[in-house]
């Protein structure tokens, strides 16, 4: 106790010095996310933000109005001669009041109220009575706690908002205060009745409202001892009221802004004449006070960003300027808000918009210096281990050993044997069974160091050739091995090596020579050693057999992908987690399997390192960041510089869990410290919805829209966009979609988090959302939208229902003209059979009778009886002649006109040989595709024939034909001489009542004219 009092006292006051530089240190690094025209941002001036009641950020820019949903804008812009459109594009601050209605303010004294669900921007009236002119700027926009909203137009007045004029009229009458006052600031009291105000040259000034009166400097008529504790301060600015009910304000003192807090309610000074221009030393100003939801008090102007330490009393800057993606860089900063997430805004004049989380800024960066020469150091961490004193020793390459206070303040490591300056470089430390040994591996030799005493010792075993001890871990015998650059591995048995250290040294050459990169002790004792070329060996102390070998080579279930083995970590005592340059494999000892976690696709880089957290969840290590794996659920959570960790490149087997269950991890020149327990992803609630709804890339109103039970879409409007996010800015949340009635499986949205569907046939849909968070776990869905693609009419029902009644129609119709036709033909063929049948039976009773006659007559009268004969010859050539020409009209072969016509002049033809007549047909071409059926074509080639034939046989010897159609009339026209027509037999003729029958069956027209020379012969035959 005597030996270890000075060193205590050392490493006590140290300690405190060090606590004591952090609470000083006058500049903060943190994490910003940065927004600019780049990334979407209409301009990099941005004068300030608001988020709504639905989780949206709207941003006013230098361009135009800006609303954001965490992935992406949608930007609001003047527009000439468009109703409801921004009086400019120069936005120049918003608010929201009680009622949301977000507040638009523009330069030249515009201002009103953009309505966020249809896009109008709705002036207000303003009816100032100091300023001359409405022009002028507006200040500020202020709000109390009965929704009163008012505008400052600087010194000169406020204005008060009356929503039934839709008018700012003067606040003087309403806070009963003289017209004539010039009002630096104004505020109302939370919770009270009381309105805070700073009147030029006349100081503060209370206004109660329950007692109508005002308090000033000069009549402090409610005895306030804040007036006059302040009575002689002028002109005083940025007032607030914190969540403790203190008032804070600033006054320029001395041509430097100042800053004041007073505690109400106690009614004593906390921070009186503040400066920090002792710091900043060139000219600034304090603009405003934003307070956080957790009572954090921050103050922002040009160039000023900083928070205010309650327990120093005194504020702490933000580091301004580029160091990395990370950093900010600001000029004046013109606003800030708090968003639902507790995420910070920092409008900037000329850098754009940054965001950052200080609750969630979870890494801590450890640096060291180079104690030679006194420069930081560019040695990478390789080892750690948490020693019996509650302190952390770190081995860096080449920079030597580095001893850590609990909170990693720096403090001289005080080892009997260690140069405190520099020291070996340790690649590897393990504490021993007796948890007082540290055995450290070190380039080259051996540590020892004994905690109790405070001393160490170096081996150096010629057997090891001073190669780089890379990994040194006991056995349960209490024995070591001995991990080699180059050399494999090397065992140190405990009994042998008591006395001499060197002597219980030997090789151990079942494991191949090369690289023994990690070598782990399980809970069953069995020691895991990996190599760079041969895999991994599971060894027995107790025999020192090797057990179980993975290699490149082996057979399933033993097989790796690649030869060499990076790291291992025993999760529980059934499964051992394998590590490749680039997969992440486990070993089921209990079914003896081999399955395979992650592959490059899920991790990048090669990796380093891995440990297990008091949740279950494994953190990996790469060259390319850092990841929390839940090897169960097979989920993978990156992070890297974006999170607070300056290097992303990580070490080999560099890797630590202190007590308390705080994780050590080596990087590039420095190491992270961080409690994976404190790290909590997705705390605040996904607010999934749809953002935006494009039709045929026309933007519709969402809020509209998703009050439809249906959204019904004509067939040619079948391409939609929708847009969506989870409302959440630094929450990581995927999006899975569908479109139930196309889509058959789920969808996890990209980074642009759209749903595009070029074309949707027509049919009824359902699009559902759901989010999924970094566990893997699915949240509730949202309410679905049902949309409806209308077919177009020759696809809809009742078009096919006609079509069918149509086609029912067509058949019916079909059916019944085929039933009409064939009892058509039937009465057709009946009718010619019953001419067949009265011709055959008139012209054979004729036969008969002339033929029984001339029997009779055959003996008496010879000469009758050949006149019989020859009458039986005329009427049996009659007869042939009839049977010819109904056998003629029901050939299925002369279903044409053309086919009648040559029928026609076949028989005109035998008249001019028989009677020596000449005879002329002239036919119109219609004619010659005329439709004519069986009964038509009869009819008419009887009358043609008749009519012909009985002009011939009357006398007449020049004839001429004229046949054509017109108007659905067939023209048969016969013209002919009279010098031989006998015209008496001629008209007999015309008027047989044969012929007068057939004419009117057929409703043709039969006319005669006739005239000293010639007659002509007129039938007008109808084809209906």
Not at 143 to 149: A, F, H, L, R, S
Request: proline share 4%; charged share 25%; hydrophobic share 35%.
């Amino acid at each position: 106790m005597k030996k270890s009092g000075p060193y205590l006292f050392l490493f006590l006051l140290m300690s405190v010095q060090c606590m004591a530089q952090l609470a000083n240190k006058p500049e903060r690094q943190y994490i910003f996310n940065h927004y600019t025209v780049s990334s979407g941002l209409l301009s990099n001036q941005v004068n300030n933000v608001v988020q709504d009641e639905e989780g949206y950020i709207w941003i006013a820019t230098a361009e135009g109005l800006q609303r954001y949903d965490g992935n992406k804008y949608v930007s609001f812009r003047h527009a000439d001669n468009t109703p409801g459109t921004l009086p400019s594009n120069f936005v120049q601050f918003l608010r929201m009041d009680r009622n949301n209605n977000l507040w638009v303010v523009f330069p030249g004294g515009h201002i009103g109220i953009f309505d966020r669900k249809k896009f109008i921007y709705r002036e207000a009236d303003i009816n100032p009575t100091l300023v001359k002119t409405k022009s002028e700027v507006i200040q500020q926009i202020l709000t109390d706690d009965k929704g009163n909203v008012f505008i400052h137009y600087g010194m000169k007045e406020i204005l008060v908002y009356n929503k039934a004029l839709n008018k700012f009229v003067s606040a003087s009458s309403y806070l009963k205060y003289p017209k004539d006052w010039m009002i630096t600031d104004l505020i109302h009291q939370p919770g009270s009745r009381k309105y805070w105000l700073s009147v030029r040259n006349a100081g503060f000034v209370v206004f109660d409202e329950a007692t109508g009166k005002l308090s000033t400097a000069e009549k402090n008529i409610s005895g306030d001892p804040f007036i006059e504790r302040y009575r002689k301060l002028q002109n005083m600015y940025g007032f607030h009221f914190d969540k403790k009910g203190r008032f804070w304000f600033m006054y320029w003192d001395n041509s430097i802004p100042t800053i004041y807090c007073y505690d109400i309610r106690s009614n004593t000074p906390v921070l009186e004449g503040y400066e920090i221009n002792s710091y900043l030393q060139h000219y600034h100003t304090i603009d405003d006070f934003f307070e956080q939801k957790d009572g954090t008090i921050w103050i922002r102007g040009t160039p000023v960003l900083a928070k205010y330490l309650e327990d120093e009393k005194k504020f702490q800057f933000v580091s301004n300027g580029f160091m990395n993606e990370q950093s900010i860089h600001y000029e004046i900063v013109m606003d800030m808000q708090e968003d639902r997430e507790n995420n910070l805004w920092v409008s900037t004049d000329n850098s754009g918009l940054y965001m950052f989380n200080p609750a969630n800024e979870h890494f801590q960066n450890i640096s060291h210096i180079n104690r030679q020469i006194n420069k930081p150091g560019d040695g990478d961490p390789m080892s750690f281990l948490y020693t019996r004193w509650g302190t952390i020793l770190c081995g860096v390459w080449g920079n030597g050993i580095y001893h850590y206070d609990s909170n990693f303040n720096p403090i001289p490591t005080n080892i009997k044997g260690i140069d405190n300056n520099l020291g070996p470089t340790v690649w590897s430390m393990c504490l021993s069974r007796d948890s007082n040994t540290i055995w450290m591996g070190a380039q080259p030799g051996i540590w020892k160091v004994d905690q109790a005493k405070r001393s160490a010792v170096q081996y150096h075993p010629p057997t090891l050739k001073d190669r780089t001890i890379r990994q040194v871990t006991e056995d349960r015998f209490g024995n070591l091995w001995i991990g080699t650059h180059g050399q494999g591995v090397f065992k140190w048995d405990a009994k042998a090596g008591k006395t001499d250290f060197n002597a219980g040294i030997s090789h151990f050459s079942a494991i191949p020579d090369g690289i023994a990169g990690n070598i782990v002790r399980d809970s069953k004792g069995y020691i895991w050693i990996t190599s760079s070329n041969s895999g991994l060996y599971m060894v027995d102390p107790a025999t020192d057999k090797i057990v179980l070998h993975f290699g490149e080579k082996e057979k399933k279930p033993f097989q790796l992908p690649e030869p060499a083995v990076s790291t291992i970590l025993e999760y529980n005592d059934t499964i051992m987690l394998i590590c490749t340059g680039t997969e992440m494999l486990g070993y089921d000892r209990k079914n003896i399997r081999l399955f395979k976690i992650a592959n490059q696709g899920m991790i990048s880089g090669f990796i380093a390192a891995m440990q297990r957290d008091r949740s279950g969840l494994v953190w990996l290590t790469t060259t390319n960041g850092l990841y929390r794996c839940n090897i169960l659920k097979r989920v993978f959570v990156r992070f890297g510089n974006i999170d607070g960790i300056n290097s992303e490149h990580f070490c080999q087997i560099s890797a630590y869990t202190l007590p308390d269950g705080r994780m050590l991890f080596g990087t590039t020149r420095q190491f992270i410290v961080f409690n994976p327990q404190t790290i909590k992803f997705n705390e605040s609630k996904p607010d999934l919805r749809v953002t935006m709804f494009k039709l045929e890339n026309k933007a519709l109103l969402v809020d509209s829209l998703l009050q439809l039970k249906e959204l019904n879409l004509g067939y040619r409007s079948n391409s939609i966009v929708i847009s969506f996010s989870t409302m959440t800015f630094t929450s990581a949340y995927a999006i899975k979609y569908k479109l139930e009635g196309l889509d058959k499986d789920w969808k996890f949205a990209d980074k642009t988090n759209e749903a595009i569907y070029s074309y949707l046939p027509p049919g009824n849909y359902k699009f559902r959302m759901r989010s999924v968070d970094q566990e893997g776990n699915e949240l509730e869905e949202t309410i679905p939208i049902l949309i409806r693609i209308n077919p177009p009419f020759w696809k809809t029902w009742w078009f096919y229902s006609l079509l069918v009644l149509v086609a029912g129609g067509l058949l019916y119709w079909f059916d019944r003209e085929r039933m009409r036709r064939k009892e058509s033909i039937y009465r057709m063929r009946s009718n010619i059979a019953d001419d067949l049948h009265q011709e055959l039976n008139t012209a054979l009773g004729n036969i008969n009778i002339l033929s029984e006659m001339a029997r009779l007559k055959a003996d008496s009268e010879p000469e009758k009886s050949k006149e019989f004969i020859e009458q039986i010859h005329n009427r049996s050539h009659t007869m042939m002649i009839a049977m010819d020409d109904i056998m003629w009209s029901i050939s299925p072969e002369n279903d044409s006109t053309e086919k009648l016509l040559l029928r026609l002049k076949e028989y005109t033809d035998a008249l001019k040989n028989r009677y020596g007549v000449s005879i002329e047909i002239v036919m119109d071409e219609k004619v010659n595709v005329l439709p004519l059926n069986m009964k038509q074509r009869k009819d008419i080639f009887w009358l043609f024939k008749n009519g012909i034939g009985n002009a011939v046989m009357t006398g007449c010897r020049d004839c001429r034909i004229s046949i054509s159609f017109e108007k659905g009339i067939l023209l048969y026209v016969l013209e002919s001489d009279t010098t031989c027509c006998d015209l008496v037999q001629l008209n007999n003729l015309r008027q047989r009542k044969e012929l007068s029958d057939k004419l009117k069956e057929i409703n043709a027209v039969l006319d005669m004219q006739s005239s000293k020379n010639s007659i002509v012969f007129n039938l007008q035959i109808p084809l209906t």
